[in-house]
């Protein structure tokens, strides 16, 4: 099973995102929106995201008629916070304003659909229509495309649709004005990772003072830029200070030091199947090379272990003085420096310690801390895949259940095995398709 494994978490899941348009005539609406009409049909791969069944004329197609100058705006405007703001845990009206297309208004009946980024990848979410209009819109369907494909659709539509109001003499500034916008900041480095980062933390271009800002990533640039990004992310800017106060004040206190140089190695050792497969695909591989490297087969790792390999008890209380999120390890020199979770389940040390060795394969070597947060971005995503299957192996798994549908006994038996919680035995199971995500639901 080990090559059909690897294969698999080995390929890509990149779907390409197109916006299709054919440019209609209509006698009603502004000069700018007769100009801007159309049929536009949103294809991710093999999926027609915008067929819909016309109630009226009792027809299936798989494009909508709506006004192009409206999508094209709110794309623009909101191009930093689709391309690099992760889905939080619940979702505030700024940010489906700013995701959901239905936000785009109008008078017209847009589909329900969700654009979600991990920095990687987007994830674009489609529903079915629940309530009846002249449209009803039929897919129910989640894809993937890679960040550079969504870059790249959206720029060929919002410029089809500048080109064609160019063409037809009717021009908007507020569209050209802002498009240009974008398109100069991803231009320039400094001006992209300022993008990046204020977005990351949910805000909108401009929502606040560019001085505010500066001053407080200048606050946390000893932290290291790709570790910044990921502390920050969805930290409201009213306590983004405090936050980094704590950081630094945790950072002067003192505390046990793990010595996980050999983690490092046997990390370094790795060379990922392909770039482009997804951040979970990327972390189960890491985990597979890992227990290849250290003899494990597909046995428990026991806490000795994992002791061994960091130097440390890792289950002392002396590497857990933080009281609330992020999470973090400080890295010094071929050391860590943790500061985690107080638990009272050993199964949460065990994956959080598994996290810090999953984060050595990705962390910047500017890196200070390594931070394990909740957020959805794709390091955060391959720490926890790479813990999961590290401590929680596949094919260890499937020895264990009956497949599709384990009883509950089954779960309980394996989680005790691997001494990690009932959740990541079923969530292991369902990422690798072996059950539904209904039973995990369920």
Not at 23 to 49: F, K, N, V
């Amino acid at each position: 099973m080990r090559s059909e494994l690897e294969a698999a978490l080995g390929s890509p899941s990149d779907q390409e995102l197109r916006f299709d348009v054919d440019w209609l005539t209509t006698d009603g609406g502004s000069g700018l929106e007769a100009a801007s009409y159309g049929a536009l049909t949103i294809r991710a791969g093999d999926h027609d995201l915008t067929a819909v069944v016309d109630t009226i004329a009792r027809t299936t197609r798989s494009s909508i008629r709506v006004s192009l100058h409206r999508l094209a705006l709110w794309l623009a405007g909101n191009w930093w916070r689709q391309r690099w703001e992760p889905e939080p845990g619940e979702r505030p009206l700024s940010w489906r304003m700013a995701h959901e297309m239905g936000a785009i208004g109008g008078g017209f009946v847009w589909p329900s659909m969700t654009f979600t980024s991990d920095g990687e990848q987007v994830h674009v979410a489609t529903r079915a229509s629940r309530r009846e209009h002249t449209i009803r819109y039929l897919e129910n369907c989640d894809v993937v495309c890679s960040a550079l494909s969504f870059e790249r659709g959206v720029d060929d539509f919002v410029s089809q649709v500048l080109a064609r109001q160019q063409d037809l003499g009717v021009t908007d500034s507020a569209l050209g004005d802002t498009w240009q916008a974008v398109r100069d900041e991803r231009a320039d480095p400094t001006s992209a990772a300022f993008r990046k980062r204020e977005a990351m933390m949910g805000l909108d271009p401009g929502q606040v003072s560019a001085d505010d800002l500066e001053r407080l990533f200048a606050k946390g640039a000893w932290i290291g830029a790709g570790a910044l990004d990921e502390t920050l992310v969805e930290t409201p800017m009213a306590g983004a200070d405090a936050l980094l106060d704590r950081l630094e004040a945790l950072r002067q206190q003192s505390s046990p030091c793990l010595a996980y140089q050999g983690v490092l190695d046997a990390v370094a050792s790795w060379t990922p199947a392909s770039t482009y497969a997804a951040p979970w695909q990327r972390g189960a591989a890491l985990a597979a090379h890992l227990r290849r490297h250290w003899g494990l087969g597909h046995e428990l790792i026991s806490d000795e272990f994992l002791s061994d390999a960091f130097g440390g008890d890792i289950h002392s209380e002396k590497l857990a003085l933080s009281g609330s999120p992020p999470f973090i390890a400080f890295r010094e020199d071929g050391r860590l420096r943790p500061v985690l979770r107080h638990t009272h389940f050993a199964t949460s040390r065990r994956f959080d310690i598994a996290r810090l060795i999953g984060d050595a394969a990705v962390a910047e070597q500017a890196d200070a801390l390594s931070p394990l947060t909740r957020s959805r971005t794709a390091r955060q995503k391959f720490q926890r895949a790479a813990a999961q299957e590290l401590l929680c192996p596949v094919e260890g798994l499937v020895e264990r259940v009956t497949l599709p549908v384990p009883d509950e006994d089954e779960l309980v038996e394996a989680a005790q095995y691997y001494q990690v919680s009932e959740h990541v035995v079923a969530t292991t199971l369902v990422n690798h398709r072996l059950v539904s995500r209904d039973y995990l639901s369920s």
